[in-house]
């Protein structure tokens, strides 16, 4: 079992930047691959972003390549998403979700889910 708990959202202007982190509970954190997940308004929840368990190896989304960076930190049981250079059509809700096994852009292939936090850019 595997609790996720996600803080760092909030309003940002269009251009600036917002860190989110994802605090783990449980054991063996670091034989999980972890993503973020992003649900706008009346929107499916999309991926953002994922790390693999051991290695580090990431995986973007399109429309945040560039602009968006995850990180793990396996000893403090976290993983980050950097979000910079954001822009209005970024605002939704965030979540991280941790699966067993490889990484994947799946929303289906995630076991574990944070409640989410908000984060809404403005123009």
């Known amino acids: 079992q595997v609790q996720l708990a996600e803080i760092g959202g909030g309003l940002v202007q269009a251009g600036g930047s917002l860190r989110l982190s994802c605090a783990a509970s449980?054991?063996?954190?670091?034989?999980?691959?972890m993503g973020w997940f992003r649900q706008g308004s009346g929107q499916e929840r999309e991926f953002v972003a994922g790390i693999t368990s051991i290695s580090g190896r990431t995986d973007y989304a399109d429309s945040v390549k560039g602009r968006f960076t995850v990180s793990r930190d396996n000893a403090k049981n976290t993983v980050f998403l950097q979000m910079n250079s954001l822009k209005p059509e970024d605002t939704a809700a965030y979540y991280c979700?941790?699966?067993?096994?490889?990484?994947?852009?799946?929303?289906?292939?995630?076991?574990?889910w944070g409640q989410g936090t908000q984060v809404t850019v403005s123009s």
């Open positions: 449980g054991r063996s954190f670091s034989s999980y691959a």
């Open positions: 979700a941790a699966r067993g096994g490889l990484m994947s852009r799946d929303r289906g292939h995630y076991n574990y």
